[in-house]
């Protein structure tokens, strides 16, 4: 009854508004006992510095990424466009195929003629290189097609020309590259072989009468498929082959042809097709290369790993072709770092939407007369996206730990990155879809509109977990990278080192059967706890493996029948790897506020990695700690409520990034608004 | 005069009678800015912290102006300076004349585009903000209307009618109060010789990453076209305290991508910095040769744009160490219903 009076109270305000006073316009709504949009500026407190958080988060280049935003938000390329008194910035992914390949194409010409791109491949040192990722993070906050064209053609080619190529490769080809005189891309993946790169059919072989390669699609299953830039701009592209020299396949290599003339026409012997329209990344020109028999010069060859003399004779200073492989392969990291941060980044958007539009929007009342409860306060709100919060928070410090790594590297450390940004890439990229997918649902109906983009990104996204390396097959890798270190740590004087397998050396974490807030809150039972169930399993793993192996079968058939006990340990490394470059980045801070809150988010990330099935199925964890587990986790949710807002503000992404329901999303959708 | 505007602003605010402010200036100028003699009088005598008192105050009216939950009609008819665009520029309303003359001349004196500059300049089309704040240029009207400083021109003559239609109206409705103003409105046209029609290089130049590179990219035009304007604003630019060209760059950068609030409390940190003169006297060196002894010939220091660490500029933007000290208390608004074109500026 009480609600029914209300609902009579309002509409008859509606209906005896006071006509207009004024011959002129029709006069904006006035708002009655309606709803109104309370900014959560003005409501919520910040209780740290949020630029200090940001500094933390972003870690470098701060006033780069602030240009290059203003570059974004003050040009007509890439489509402003207001809403609700605010400009938001986001290519119209309404336009064909087509057109939004165009503007991509456009985009990129306007920020190379800025200079953006400078010293990208011809400079050296660490300072370019994060200052190329803290550009591509910037990038990929606007849009992934933009971000993937220029990956490709920076990271893929560009890198395979610094990394495969020798000098003379260096001297031709990597300036005309950064000055943008020819487009390269990266035609590895085949219709039949992608994760497989070994297996791949195309076949080159050597023309000792002309001195030239010869490269040849031989069936329908060896083409080239996925190949970005290739379908309409690519001038060039890094051919990954089998190499057959004398008769003998001397396994996978890499050359460089020319697909297409400087006036865009495909070259002769050339073959290429689009790959047609996809579920996101429209402004990708993805396309399909069939080689007729190409003949390119001896020089084409990339080999800074093996070579071939003009007589036809095939040299390397590497003889074994699992070596020879790896050596090839390990210098395309620098793409898997950049897709692992970048997910990240697209899960801080995600966040950014959801959190500030559940501090705005109102649902249901508890009691009659009381105005409507904002999403926020509710705890299973909290509990759907704060724990979310505390892992891309997790995953913001991972993504910086690998970055460093990448730019620090070493042939030492070369199998370590190998291992953490496969680890890290394939968490990064999961969670992302997951925190995406909450933040869809969080954000209701609205998280239906494109231009409200936290849905959107998931479509766009969701290639990540694919590229760069298949998500599984790069978790498997991880398992198998760690039962390489057990058996090496079994040897006589030898001990877990590196990967942060040290813990594997000390006895193993005791678990108080009791569990109170303090313990649960504290790091080092939290390490503790993580690093308990990746011992276990790794302990587990290596005894299935070794007891089929020991059955007769081969190493390879055990761990493909351990699949099972590989997936568990490789998300046991990677959310200690991960919990441990929070603990890490949260040792640097001088006691403040500003830490505590960190350390609120540190310890709903770890408790909530206890959630994770292992624990109960395994027994690290009793039916009641558990429960204490679960409890705690609600307790921390409400006390980061507060700081909700200033967590969000701190990821130093501009407003024109976000999207209108972030904001006025009352205005954003007037009346007055659609008629402009 | 701030501390006065202040009381009456928030007076008017409670007062449901009131529906809008009209705010004009008297004579030649809408308001030529801040008595910046007087600050510097003041710090000789009480120190730094009497300086960062008027700015205090300052740049609290700015902020409430900014937030104000009804329309602000700023009547821009002469000189609009410094000071003056922090009075009007954050206001609803603007009506720019053919007497106006705008500019934010601030690095010339060795202290940066303040009064929330970085937001509203920031806000400008492409780059023509650093533009401006970097080189202090002068805008008329048309130009005004143009890039947005200004959101109408009415002829000077008209202005006595547009105030007696807007008092006649007695409606906060910015729809109507924009639509009365229109009725008085002209479309100026640029002059000839605008910087306007100069926007294609003013965006390749100060979109560049470092003061020291807009100089450079700004001479490689001159080679190319032989143009007296790209010439001056090299001038200008050689002429500017270096320290006051790299911390304005920042601040405008930075501030475009942050709500008028946070530009104003860090706006507040960097002059406290500027008062305290820890990194560089250049403020006091300014206000000596171009407004006290008036010889125009400042000795900067540090005198070249190269022995300016970023360390040193990142500094500007941080707390100033000093127990008493403390950030920007803006007054409260949330008991205010502000209207949307307000909420979209926080």
């Given at each position: 009854m009480d609600r029914a009076f209300q609902r009579t109270k309002v509409l008859t305000g509606h209906l005896l508004q006071s006509p207009p006073t004024s011959s002129f316009q029709t006069p904006s709504l006035s708002s009655n006992a309606c709803l109104n949009y309370s900014p959560p500026e003005l409501s919520e407190k910040y209780a740290f510095d949020i630029s200090d958080m940001r500094k933390l988060m972003d870690g470098h280049d701060l006033e780069e990424r602030d240009r290059l935003f203003g570059m974004i938000t003050q040009s007509k390329v890439f489509n402003p466009r207001v809403r609700g008194g605010k400009v938001f910035v986001s290519p119209d992914y309404n336009q064909s195929m087509e057109q939004q390949r165009e503007m991509t194409w456009k985009r990129i010409e306007y920020l190379f003629e800025r200079g953006v791109?400078?010293?990208?491949?011809?400079g050296e040192g660490e300072e370019v290189e994060m200052r190329r990722f803290a550009c591509f993070e910037v990038l990929g906050l606007f849009d992934h097609s933009i971000s993937i064209k220029l990956g490709v053609h920076f990271f893929l080619w560009g890198g395979a020309i610094q990394f495969f190529g020798t000098k003379h490769h260096h001297d031709k080809w990597l300036r005309d590259t950064e000055n943008y005189l020819i487009k390269g891309c990266f035609a590895m993946t085949e219709l039949g072989h992608g994760s497989n790169v070994r297996g791949i059919e195309t076949i080159t072989t050597y023309d000792s009468n002309t001195g030239e390669f010869v490269i040849n699609?031989?069936?329908?299953?060896?083409q080239k498929y996925w190949i970005g830039g290739a379908a309409n701009h690519a001038t060039h592209t890094i051919v990954f082959s089998q190499l057959n020299i004398n008769g003998t396949n001397q396994g996978v290599h890499a050359l460089i042809a020319q697909i297409r003339d400087a006036d865009g026409n495909v070259c002769p012997n050339i073959r290429i097709a689009d790959c047609g329209h996809k579920?996101?990344?429209?402004g990708v020109d993805n396309g399909r290369i069939w080689f007729d028999n190409v003949r390119v010069p001896r020089e084409n060859l990339l080999n800074s790993v093996a070579d071939v003399s003009p007589d036809g004779k095939y040299l390397s200073a590497i003889k074994d072709p699992d070596q020879r492989f790896a050596a090839f392969l390990a210098p395309l990291t620098a793409g898997r770092v950049n897709i692992a941060v970048n997910a990240v980044y697209q899960s801080k958007v995600g966040l950014a939407i959801a959190i500030r539009y559940a501090l705005t929007r109102r649902a249901f009342s508890l009691k009659p007369k009381e105005p409507e409860v904002l999403l926020l306060d509710y705890p299973s709100h909290q509990r759907r996206l704060l724990p979310l919060l505390a892992k891309t928070y997790a995953m913001s410090f991972g993504a910086n730990y690998l970055k460093m790594l990448y730019v620090k590297r070493t042939p030492q450390s070369n199998k370590i990155i190998h291992v953490v940004s496969s680890s890290f890439k394939a968490t990064f990229t999961w969670s992302n879809m997951q925190i995406l997918q909450e933040c869809r649902e969080a954000c209701g109906g609205q998280g239906l509109k494109t231009e409200n983009r936290v849905g959107h990104l998931k479509a766009e996204h969701d290639v990540q977990s694919t590229f760069e390396g298949d998500n599984n097959i790069l978790m498997q890798q991880v398992s198998k990278a760690l039962f390489a270190e057990y058996m090496a740590a079994q040897k006589p004087n030898k001990a877990f080192k590196g990967l942060g397998l040290e813990h594997m050396n000390k006895p193993c974490p005791v678990i108080p059967s009791q569990l109170t807030t303090t313990t649960l809150r504290c790091s080092q039972f939290q390490m503790d706890v993580l690093c308990l169930r990746e011992r276990d399993l790794l302990n587990r793993f290596v005894a299935e493996v070794s007891q089929c192996q020991a059955k007769g079968e081969s190493k390879e058939h055990a761990f493909i029948m351990s699949y099972q006990l590989a997936e568990d340990l490789g998300k046991a490394f990677s959310d200690r790897a991960i919990l441990q470059t929070f603990v890490e980045a949260e040792a640097t801070l001088a006691a403040c506020s500003l830490k505590d809150v960190l350390g609120m988010l540190r310890s709903l990330y770890a408790l909530n990695c206890l959630e994770d099935g292992a624990y109960l199925r395994y027994g690290y964890l009793s039916v009641e700690n558990a429960a204490t587990v679960r409890r705690e986790i609600t307790k921390i949710c409400s006390e980061l409520r507060p700081h909700a807002l200033a967590l969000v503000s701190s990821f130093g992404i501009p407003d024109a990034f976000l999207s209108p329901i972030a904001f006025n999303w009352i205005d954003a959708n007037s009346w007055s608004s659609a008629q402009h | 005069m701030i501390s006065r505007l202040l009381e009456l602003f928030l007076a008017y605010e409670e007062d449901p009678n009131v529906k809008l402010v009209i705010l004009k200036g008297k004579g030649r100028a809408f308001c030529a800015g801040g008595d910046v003699v007087a600050v510097v009088h003041d710090i000789w005598a009480g120190g730094w912290r009497a300086g960062a008192n008027f700015f205090m105050k300052e740049f609290s009216l700015n902020y409430l102006m900014a937030t104000y939950s009804k329309p602000q009609v700023s009547i821009l008819n002469g000189i609009v300076m410094g000071g003056g665009n922090g009075v009007s520029?954050?206001?609803?309303f603007r009506v720019a004349t053919e007497n106006s003359v705008f500019a934010m001349p601030e690095t010339a004196l060795g202290l940066f585009p303040d009064v929330g500059a970085s937001y509203f300049l920031s806000r400008l089309p492409g780059f023509f903000g650093e533009y401006v704040g970097l080189t202090g240029a002068r805008l008329d009207g048309a130009e005004m209307l143009a890039c947005g400083l200004a959101t109408h021109f009415v002829p000077s003559a008209k202005l006595p009618m547009v105030e007696a239609a807007l008092c006649d109206a007695d409606s906060s409705d910015p729809v109507i109060i924009s639509s009365i103003i229109d009725q008085y409105c002209e479309k100026p046209s640029l002059k000839e010789q605008t910087v306007y029609n100069r926007l294609d290089v003013i965006d390749r130049c100060f979109s560049q990453r470092t003061v020291e590179e807009i100089l450079s990219a700004l001479e490689r035009e001159v080679v190319d076209q032989r143009d007296g304007w790209i010439f001056a604003t090299i001038q200008t630019l050689k002429k500017a305290s270096p320290t006051s060209l790299k911390i304005s760059l920042r601040s405008i950068r930075v501030g475009r991508v942050q709500g008028v609030g946070a530009c104003l409390a860090r706006e507040y940190r960097m002059v406290c910095h500027v008062m305290r003169?820890?990194?560089?006297k250049d403020f006091f060196e300014g206000c000596r040769a171009i407004l006290l002894d008036k010889d125009k010939n400042p000795k900067w220091e540090p005198s070249k744009l190269e022995h300016i660490a970023d360390t040193t500029i990142d500094r500007y933007f941080s707390k100033v160490k000093d127990e008493d000290w403390e950030d920007l208390k803006p007054p409260t608004r949330s008991k205010f219903n502000l209207p949307p074109y307000v909420i979209a500026k926080l």
């Open positions: 791109f400078q010293g990208w491949l011809t699609t031989p069936c329908e299953s060896a579920i996101g990344l429209n | 520029m954050h206001g609803r003169g820890e990194f560089s």
